[in-house]
């Protein structure tokens, strides 16, 4: 009893660890477990329009992150006629750059990108980073008494950075409840630059932020200036127009502190405008992209050649044929012409389609039949018969692909998807058993091979589980665990019910 405990406990190790393995597949690459699904995915386009003035163009523009609150960069392209284009990492962040040796006139430059939604929390999204001082406070004497007379009046209001920069906000947004802010708001360009330049004259730890609002089939959009105030470990997200804090579900940070978001050598008249487009994707090729560095994917089979892909799709259905026919024969009792053969047909029919499989192989193995019938008179010793079998099951099925080909009708081609060397054995086993057991015995264990060959071919066709075999091929540790355990079923077979009755009857 206890070495049978500690059968099932392994089988039962073996089948969690094949659940385990594919729940962190799906976690790290994000294949879904369903096939067919789509995740919503943004188009951004971005466009810089400037005049060439007949000399050198250098055009710089600050990228967003790879990895950002809530969004996760998935693929991105240039398009720009005549200019060359570079993706560089900078230590203030990455920036695309255009370079021409010469270019006059109006000049459009183009950037797409496309982003998917990442579920990552906003708070633990992005690290700490030094803040830069991008804006110099140049103030006179009044501004400067202005800024420390509203500061003073927001530190008694507040108890922390965050709490201070909304005081902030609330005067910056309604000047009359403050004058002072009234007149340090007559000489900034704007909100974000007034509240950056009055937290760091606090000496709180901030920066410039640009963000992009995303909203589908829209044009000629422009970044929306805000800032980033650091405490307790994170950075917190206020935007000064409308008051609002922390990273909208919409919002796209474009651009984080450093350098200018666009520079143009060259040119004048620069300007920077952005365009949306929500897409819908496949989940598995989006998983596939953005997960291509998981050591899932190194270890996958998607970076095989397509021809090898293609082989292992019906490989790795393999093991769901083989539970199949262990079931159907310990379990239901179905006779069947070998163990494999079900297998084998039950892939030949996920090619040909099922009712022209099963005419294909019915024809060939009757024909077959017959025509071994007539070889046992001849005598032949076991090898020569099987080849003989070999080279006949070839003419049959080149001669049934012809007529098939003359009839209009593909169902002949499709023969040549089955196994012949299976074939010819399997009707030199059917001829023996007819000899020595009788025709019923071969409809019994040939109409056997076909049910289970049948009922495999309906499971292994079904999209979830192709799709689940192809992309989480450790699932079939789960098959083989069941496997183990049907082989120690010792219990009686469905079929054997029926003949036990009468005793049961007689109790």
Do not use: C
Request: glycine content about 8%; aromatic content about 8%; proline content about 4%.
């Amino acid at each position: 009893m206890k070495s049978r405990a500690g059968y099932f406990l392994t089988l039962l190790l073996i089948g969690l660890a094949g659940i385990l393995i594919a729940v962190l597949r799906q976690m790290e690459t994000g294949v879904p477990f369903l096939p067919g699904q789509e995740r919503s995915v943004w188009l951004v386009e971005a466009r810089i329009d400037f005049e060439a003035l007949n000399r050198e163009v250098t055009a710089s523009l600050s990228l967003p992150d790879k990895q950002l609150p809530g969004f996760e960069l998935f693929d991105e392209q240039a398009a720009s006629q005549g200019y060359g284009f570079s993706i560089l990492r900078r230590p203030q962040g990455r920036r695309a750059e255009w370079t021409r040796r010469e270019a006059r006139g109006e000049q459009s430059l183009y950037y797409s990108a496309q982003f998917v939604a990442s579920g990552e929390s906003p708070a633990n999204a992005d690290a700490k980073q030094p803040a830069i001082k991008e804006f110099p406070i140049i103030w006179d004497a009044a501004e400067e008494l202005a800024a420390d007379a509203m500061l003073a009046r927001a530190r008694e209001m507040s108890s922390s950075p965050h709490s201070l920069a909304r005081e902030l906000i609330k005067y910056l947004n309604d000047p009359a409840v403050d004058q002072n802010a009234a007149l340090l708001r007559i000489h900034q360009a704007g909100d974000a630059e007034l509240l950056l330049q009055l937290l760091q004259r606090a000496g709180i730890e901030s920066r410039y932020v640009m963000g992009l609002y995303l909203e589908d089939a829209r044009r000629r959009q422009t970044l929306t200036p805000m800032v980033e105030v650091f405490h307790d470990g994170e950075w917190l997200l206020f935007n000064p127009a409308t008051g609002e804090e922390g990273v909208p579900e919409n919002l796209l940070l474009w651009h984080r502190g450093g350098i200018s978001v666009l520079d143009v050598t060259g040119g004048r008249d620069s300007s920077l405008s952005f365009s949306m487009i929500r897409q819908s994707v496949p989940a598995t090729y989006l998983a596939t992209v953005t997960g291509a560095d998981s050591i899932f994917a190194r270890l996958g089979v998607h970076r095989l050649p397509i021809e090898e892909q293609s082989m292992f799709k019906l490989l790795l259905l393999l093991p769901l044929g083989a539970t199949v026919v262990v079931l159907m024969r310990v379990v239901v009792g179905l006779k069947t012409a070998g163990t494999f053969m079900p297998i084998l047909i039950s892939l030949a029919f996920l090619q040909t389609s099922l009712l022209p499989g099963l005419v294909s192989f019915i024809s060939v193995v009757g024909i077959g039949l017959l025509l071994r019938g007539y070889l046992s008179r001849l005598n032949l010793l076991l090898v020569a018969r099987i080849a003989t079998l070999i080279v006949l099951v070839v003419f049959i099925i080149s001669a049934l692909s012809i007529i098939g080909f003359q009839m209009g009708y593909s169902t002949g081609m499709t023969i040549t998807f089955f196994p012949m060397i299976i074939i010819a054995w399997t009707i030199e086993r059917m001829s023996i058993l007819w000899e020595e057991e009788g025709a019923y015995e071969v409809l019994l264990q040939g109409g056997g091979s076909l049910a289970v060959a049948v009922i495999a071919y309906l499971l292994m066709q079904m999209a979830i589980m192709q799709h689940l075999s192809f992309n989480f091929p450790e699932l079939n540790l789960v098959l083989l665990a069941l496997i183990l355990a049907l082989g120690q079923y010792t219990g009686y077979k469905l079929t054997e019910l029926r003949r036990f009755r009468a005793m049961e009857d007689l109790q």
